[in-house]
């Protein structure tokens, strides 16, 4: 579960197990079958932002990055987002700090080829030199750690799905001049932002393939991996690339 390539499915499932285990408990408290009748009813809260996730995840992915929980192209994440769909942001938050901090122990960034870094969602300084960050998250605010970089790109992306091919293309092609320090961040770093430095490393010579650049990037970043609607995503970027040079 946690250093294998995870899928949206098993992470659809996750959450609709969540969620069905907060709908039983919560009827079954109304029920009089357990306790806590004055409190328990207040899981069918979290049960349905689980159950919403857990179709996103499914999918539908645009059910939760463009009409529930929405961030901005700033990487804001609205206060009343952040309200309503607290127990859910708090659960993924604390999944990816036991995950990051306790299972994991990896290094924040790592520089995978001259000039671009693959990173986990920024808790401490950026290198030095970075002029673009790239924010794949959907499911954290943009970090205070990426405030001081101007050049800012947000491309709201669930976890373990394979970000929009109409996103990446323009700020590959923006992003492809070799004297562009990049830094592009996922949840952990392993497949969102790397998919996308993988397509960078190809398009300034770096790697002849996709796949190449993820041999090379594993080398330095074990953990690095994505599915295979991830590969389908890149060459399509990179033929759309191609086609507008």
Not at 102 to 122: F, I, K, N, T, W
Not at 206 to 221: F, P, T, Y
Request: aromatic letters at 10%.
């Amino acid at each position: 579960l946690f250093r294998v390539v995870m899928k949206s499915s098993q992470l659809s499932l996750l959450w609709g197990t969540i969620g069905v285990t907060c709908f039983v408990l919560a009827a079954s408290s109304q029920a009089g079958y357990i306790g806590g009748r004055e409190l328990m009813p207040l899981l069918y809260w979290p049960g349905t932002l689980n159950s919403l996730a857990s179709i996103s995840y499914a999918g539908a992915p645009t059910l939760m990055t463009r009409w529930l929980v929405k961030k901005g192209p700033d990487g804001k994440l609205s206060p009343i987002d952040c309200a309503i769909f607290f127990p859910w942001l708090v659960q993924v938050w604390l999944f990816w700090f036991v995950r990051t901090f306790v299972l994991l122990r990896e290094e924040q960034h790592q520089l995978v080829a001259p000039g671009l870094y693959v990173s986990r969602y920024p808790t401490a300084a950026l290198p030095d030199g970075v002029s673009a960050v790239v924010d794949f998250t959907v499911e954290f605010p943009r970090s205070m750690h990426t405030l001081p970089i101007q050049e800012y790109f947000c491309v709201q992306t669930l976890d373990c799905m394979a970000p929009s091919v109409e996103a990446m293309v323009p700020i590959a092609l923006k992003l492809q001049a070799k004297e562009q320090v990049v830094f592009a961040h996922c949840a952990n770093g392993h497949g969102r932002s790397a998919i996308f430095i993988a397509i960078l490393m190809v398009l300034r010579g770096h790697a002849s393939s996709v796949s190449e650049a993820r041999e090379k990037m594993c080398k330095i970043r074990p953990s690095i991996g994505w599915p295979a609607s991830f590969d389908v995503a890149a060459h399509e970027v990179l033929r759309l690339a191609k086609l507008t040079e």
